[in-house]
């Protein structure tokens, strides 16, 4: 159905927190940790294919050669506000990641993107550039996000997401196929407005307790 630039992480360790996340009933502290949780392991996940070099190291017993990370350095960048109910996650994995922001909100009427806010490093041509957001539903902001962060200097991209319309997926591959995404789930459809069904409801405010 998606390309091979679409990772669906099917573990169960990730289908299960996900579905206690989507539950109406889970409270705000519950969902924060949730998140956080899934996107460690979509984290994990996603960085799979860094290259990696050898290096001498010294154990206790024996000097050996052994790999570390090698390659671009890292920014995550995160779509506001709800990215950034998962950047912890990422960075308890990733701790020497810059981070940059990208703010947009959803106008409810087009369901286009509208931009507020946009900092990030100065060097995004020499780093990896991770950008999360947990909802990828029509796609509009993740590709305009995309798009800025391009023009900002960014050669290389990819995007995580908790959860995501088909919709979402074609649009952002479709605007971005250099682009590969990562996510823990690819619901049915979007709703009359915009929403991912059954999905989760609305992230930031479900994060920051705002409805
Ligand atoms: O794929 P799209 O149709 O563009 O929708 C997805 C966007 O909607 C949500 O943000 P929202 O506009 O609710 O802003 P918020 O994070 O401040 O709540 C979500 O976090 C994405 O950024
Ligand atoms: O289902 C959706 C769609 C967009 N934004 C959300 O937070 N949830
Ligand atoms: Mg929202």
């Given amino acids: 159905m998606f390309d091979s630039q679409v990772h669906v992480v099917t573990h169960p360790l990730v ?11 889970t409270t705000t502290d519950n969902f924060r940790r949730l998140v956080r949780e899934i996107a460690a392991m979509l984290a994990y996940e996603a960085t799979r294919d860094l290259p990696t070099e050898l290096v001498d190291v010294t ?19 995160s779509i506001l506000r709800a990215g950034n109910g998962m950047l912890d ?5 990733l701790p020497n990641a810059r981070v940059g922001h990208i703010g947009l ?14 900092k990030v490093p100065d060097d995004m041509a020499e780093r990896l550039v991770i950008v999360v957001d947990p909802m990828l539903a029509t796609g509009n902001s993740a590709a305009a ?10 050669t290389s991209l990819k995007l995580v997401n908790l959860l995501a319309a ?37 992230a930031g405010d479900r994060i920051f307790g705002t409805k």
Avoid: W
Wanted: glycine share 8%.
């Fill in 145 to 154: 996000a995309l798009t800025h962060l391009k023009r900002a200097g960014a």
């Fill in 105 to 118: 909100y959803r106008d409810p009427a087009t369901l286009e993107p509208v931009e507020y806010y946009f």
């Fill in 15 to 25: 289908q299960h927190k996900l579905t206690l996340a989507r539950s109406q009933d």
């Fill in 166 to 202: 088909p919709e979402g997926v074609r649009t952002v591959r479709a605007a971005h196929p250099d682009v590969p995404i990562t996510l823990a789930a690819i619901d049915e459809r979007l709703n009359d407005h915009g929403y991912i069904v059954p999905g989760l409801g609305d």
């Fill in 59 to 77: 154990t206790p017993v024996a000097a050996c050669r052994m790999p570390i990370l090698a390659g671009k350095k890292l920014c995550l960048v």
């Fill in 89 to 93: 996650g990422m960075i308890d994995l």
